[in-house]
């Protein structure tokens, strides 16, 4: 019980710090850890935030919006601005070596929740059996768009270099 009080003291210390759970684990069994890499993948256009950015194992997509390959808004039907989001979406998280199969976490915004239900057919279509926790939410959208899905992958740790 004594072990399990220490880890909770530590992981709540570190965490008020701002230190993460790497920290922590260092703290608590005296292991040395190296510091989390981040990396950041800049926006297409000149915006201030990255498309995505890897921290350790995790991958952070900022909202995706119906974009063609030209950069141009997607108009048209719910299905075709979903599908429009969601390649975007596969394009960012190859940017990572990343798949849809390892989405963790969707926030979607959707400009009227009348259109959930042909939303959900594609987004269903589109994810198979692999569907990531999510909230939806109703939003004014940037742009007039009728959709903006955020999402959050996870990455896996890397496998160790080869041994020659």
Request: with cysteine; hydrophobic share 45%.
């Amino acid at each position: 019980m004594r072990l399990f009080d220490l880890a909770r003291h530590t992981l709540l210390v570190c965490s008020v710090a701002g230190l993460g759970i790497s920290t922590a684990y260092a703290a608590s069994t005296g292991k040395s850890t190296e510091p989390t890499a981040i990396k950041r993948f800049l926006a297409d256009a000149d915006m201030p935030f990255s498309r995505a950015v890897q921290a350790g194992d995790f991958l952070f997509l900022s909202g995706q919006i119906p974009l063609n390959e030209k950069g141009e808004i997607v108009r048209g039907s719910i299905e075709d601005q979903t599908n429009a989001t969601l390649d975007r979406i596969e394009e960012a998280l190859a940017l990572a070596g990343a798949d849809l199969n390892q989405l963790v976490k969707a926030t979607v915004y959707l400009s009227d929740i009348a259109l959930y239900d042909q939303f959900n057919k594609v987004y269903k279509e589109r994810l198979g059996s692999n569907f990531p926790a999510r909230s939806l939410v109703q939003a004014k959208l940037a742009g007039g768009v009728d959709v903006e899905i955020e999402v959050q992958a996870w990455t896996g740790a890397k496998p160790p270099a080869a041994k020659h």
